[in-house]
């Protein structure tokens, strides 16, 4: 049974930082493709990042202020935020594919494991 753990969100200024993390079990899945969603209240969770192999994707509002990183010893897959703003307040979501494609996939049906979510959130 794979589990994914959460931790690392919370509540800051506009224009600070957070590091979100995904504690992957059995570390035998840390290479297994991972996506990052997030959600709002009343809205479709919304694809944020994603990293198959060495091919990783972004979407444009997450581009050149949101990277991906695994920590294999400590089998974690990261997602640092950089200059978050208020819109980037939502409930974050890591998860993990059971298999590796060429392209890196954004629908969330794609991915079969889920962490318990963390919540961020920007304050101006």
């Known amino acids: 049974q794979v589990q994914l753990i959460e931790s690392g969100g919370g509540s800051v200024q506009a224009g600070g930082a957070l590091i979100l993390s995904c504690e992957v079990s059995?570390?035998?899945?840390?290479?297994?493709?991972v996506a990052w969603f997030r959600q709002v209240p009343g809205k479709e969770r919304e694809f944020v990042a994603a990293w198959s192999g060495d091919v990783s994707d972004y979407s444009d509002s997450a581009k050149g202020r949101f990277t991906q990183s695994r920590d294999y010893n400590k089998n974690t897959v990261n997602l640092h935020l950089l200059r978050l703003i208020p819109e980037d307040t939502a409930v974050y979501y890591c998860?993990?594919?059971?298999?590796?494609?060429?392209?890196?996939?954004?629908?969330?049906?794609?991915?079969?494991?889920w962490g318990q979510g963390t919540q961020v959130t920007v304050s101006t």
């Open positions: 059995p570390a035998s899945f840390i290479r297994n493709p």
């Open positions: 998860a993990m594919a059971t298999t590796s494609s060429k392209n890196v996939q954004k629908e969330s049906r794609a991915y079969t494991y």
